[in-house]
C-alpha cells in the first residue's frame, strides 16, 4: 500500500464514520498537492525518505485525528482541574489517615500478626486511593464532556472556603484559627511575598515538608524491619547475568542504631505536624538527629566495605576510602568498564561520594539549625 | 537583558491564536481550496499548520461562516470554501474590533 494511504488509513481509524470519507479525501488532497509542489521544485519525484518528511510536518495521525474532533480536547480542563486535584489532594490525605488510624488501633489492641496488618493497611490505603482517583476522574470528565458546572463552582461565598484547608495537612495541626482569622491575620497567601527564604517560611511550609518526610522515612522504617519488600533491591543485571548484591557486615552491626536514627527523624517530622509553632524545639531536635546522622555516616565510612557483588565464584566488593574523592577520578566515571569489576568500582565511587555530601548536607542542617535556634 | 526563548515563543503563539481566524475569515472573501489558502496566508507572513487550519476550516463551516464545495481542479477533487453571507457580516464586524483593539494597543505601546 501506498505511504499515503497507510497515512490517511490511519487519521481515518480515528474519525467518526459520518465525517470520516470527507476529511480524508480533503487530507489526501493536501498531501498530494504538498508532494506535488515539492516534486515541481525538486524537478523530480520525491524519494520514499522526502515523502514520509511531508507526512510528519503534517502530524502524528492520532494529533491529527484529534484536531477534527468535537467536544473538549482534554478530559478534565483547565476549569476544572484545579478542583479535580483539590479533591484528589483531600481525598488521598484522609484515606491516609483513615488508614493509619485504622492500623495504629489494630496494632495497640493486640494482633497476631502486625506484618499482615501493616500490609493489608497499605494494601487498602493503595486500592482505594486508586478508586477515589479513578472516580473523581470520571466525574470530571462526564462534568467537561457536558459542559456541567454546579451552582457550587461558580456561586461560591469566602466564609465557605475553610474546608479548602483539607489539601494540605499542616493546616490540620496549624489550623487552631478560623479561615478568617488566618486571611485576617495576613498569613494567607495573598499577602505573601514574592519570594522567600527558608527562614521566612510560614510553619504550613514545614508541615508539608513534614508530612512528606514522615511518610518516606516511615516507608523505609517498614522496609528495614523487613515488613515491607522492594522487589530487585537484592540483585542486579550486568551484561545480562544476574548479580546477587550482599551487604556487608557494617550495616547489622548498625541496624539498630539507623533504626533509631530514622524513628528519630519520624519523631521530628511528627512533632512538626503537632507543633508547628514550635520552631526553636524543632530546631535543636533537628541538630541532635543530624548530629547522630553525622555519626553513622562516619561510621559507614569507616567501614570501608558496604556492599558485595556476585555472580557465581566471581566477587566484587563495594568499598571506598578517602583516595575516591578525588575530582579527577568522578570526570573518569563515564569510561568505567561494565563487567562486574568495573561496576563494583564505579559504584563505590558513587558511594563514597554520596556519603560525603550526606555529610556536608548534615553539617550544614546543624549549622543552619543552630541559627535558627537562636533567631527563634 | 535576555529572555527566555520558549516562554516568548508560548506568548507569541498565544497572540497569534486570535487573529488567524480574522485572517482565514478575510483570505476567504475568494474562493479558495485548502492548499492555496495555506500559501496565501504563507505569502502575506502568516505560516499555519495544515492540522490547525484544515479543522478550523471544517469549525467556521459548521457556524455557518464558510461555504464549501467539493469540484474537481487539475485532475483532483477538492474542497473550495468562501465566505457565506453571514461570514461576511462577521468579518466586517469582527474586523472592526481588530481595528479598535490595535489603536488601543498602539496608544498603549
Known amino acids: 500500500m501506498d505511504m499515503v494511504e497507510r497515512y490517511l488509513e490511519a487519521v481515518a481509524a480515528q474519525l467518526s464514520a459520518e465525517e470520516r470519507d470527507d476529511i480524508v479525501a480533503e487530507l489526501r488532497d493536501l498531501i498530494l498537492s504538498r508532494v506535488e509542489a515539492k516534486e515541481e521544485a525538486l524537478g523530480r519525484p520525491l524519494t520514499d525518505v522526502e515523502r514520509e518528511a511531508i507526512l510528519k510536518e503534517i502530524g502524528h495521525p492520532l494529533v491529527v485525528a484529534a484536531r477534527?474532533?468535537?467536544?473538549?480536547?482534554?478530559?478534565i480542563g483547565p476549569e476544572l482541574f484545579p478542583y479535580w486535584l483539590y479533591g484528589v489532594k483531600a481525598g488521598l490525605l484522609i484515606l491516609l489517615v483513615v488508614s493509619g488510624i485504622g492500623l495504629f488501633i489494630r496494632l495497640i489492641s493486640g494482633t497476631a500478626d502486625a506484618g499482615q496488618d501493616i500490609a493489608q493497611a497499605f494494601h487498602g490505603f493503595f486500592g482505594s486511593g486508586l478508586t477515589l482517583i479513578g472516580a473523581l476522574t470520571l466525574a470530571g470528565a462526564i462534568m467537561e464532556h457536558y459542559a456541567i458546572r454546579p451552582k457550587w463552582l461558580t456561586d461560591w461565598r469566602v466564609k465557605d472556603l475553610g474546608a479548602f484547608g483539607l489539601s494540605d495537612p499542616s493546616w490540620w495541626g496549624a489550623s487552631v484559627k478560623s479561615a478568617s482569622d488566618r486571611i485576617g491575620a495576613g498569613a494567607g497567601p495573598a499577602r505573601r511575598p514574592m519570594w522567600r527564604t527558608r527562614a521566612m517560611r510560614s510553619p504550613r511550609d514545614f508541615g508539608a515538608e513534614a508530612a512528606f518526610s514522615f511518610l518516606a522515612v516511615g516507608l523505609f522504617v517498614l522496609w528495614w524491619v523487613g515488613l515491607v519488600h522492594f522487589p530487585g533491591l537484592s540483585a542486579i543485571r550486568i551484561d545480562g547475568d544476574l548479580v546477587s548484591v550482599s551487604p556487608a557486615p557494617i550495616w547489622a552491626v548498625l541496624f539498630a542504631p539507623i533504626l533509631l536514627y530514622a524513628l528519630g527523624q519520624m519523631g521530628i517530622d511528627l512533632f512538626t505536624l503537632i507543633r508547628p509553632q514550635a520552631a526553636r524545639m524543632r530546631a535543636v531536635l533537628a541538630i541532635l538527629v543530624a548530629v547522630a546522622g553525622l555519626w553513622l555516616t562516619w561510621n559507614i565510612f569507616e567501614a570501608g566495605h558496604w556492599f558485595t557483588l556476585?555472580?557465581?565464584?566471581?566477587?566484587?566488593r563495594i568499598a571506598g576510602d578517602g583516595?575516591?574523592?578525588?575530582?579527577?577520578?568522578?570526570?573518569?566515571?563515564r569510561n568505567g568498564e561494565r563487567d562486574l569489576t568495573g561496576v563494583a568500582s564505579t559504584l563505590s565511587l558513587i558511594l563514597t561520594w554520596a556519603l560525603a555530601i550526606s555529610a556536608v548536607s548534615l553539617v550544614y542542617t546543624i549549622v543552619a539549625n543552630a541559627w535558627r535556634a537562636v533567631r527563634a | 537583558m535576555t529572555i527566555d526563548v520558549e516562554l516568548f515563543e508560548s506568548m507569541r503563539l498565544e497572540l497569534r491564536r486570535g487573529s488567524l481566524v480574522l485572517a482565514v475569515l478575510a483570505c476567504l472573501r475568494t474562493e479558495?481550496?485548502?492548499?492555496?489558502l495555506r500559501q496565501a496566508l504563507a505569502a502575506d507572513g502568516l505560516?499555519?499548520?495544515e492540522s490547525t487550519l484544515y479543522p478550523l476550516l471544517r469549525r467556521l463551516e459548521s457556524q455557518g461562516l464558510l461555504l464549501s464545495e467539493w469540484r474537481e481542479e487539475e485532475k483532483r477533487r477538492k474542497r473550495f470554501y468562501v465566505l457565506s453571507p453571514m461570514g461576511t457580516a462577521m468579518l466586517e464586524r469582527l474586523a472592526g474590533e481588530w481595528r479598535g483593539i490595535n489603536a488601543s494597543l498602539d496608544k498603549i505601546l
Open chain 2, 32 to 36: 479558495r481550496y485548502g492548499y492555496t
Open chain 1, 323 to 333: 583516595v575516591l574523592l578525588d575530582f579527577d577520578r568522578l570526570r573518569e566515571l
Open chain 1, 68 to 75: 477534527y474532533r468535537k467536544g473538549p480536547d482534554s478530559l
Open chain 2, 47 to 49: 505560516e499555519m499548520e
Open chain 1, 310 to 316: 556476585s555472580v557465581g565464584a566471581e566477587q566484587a
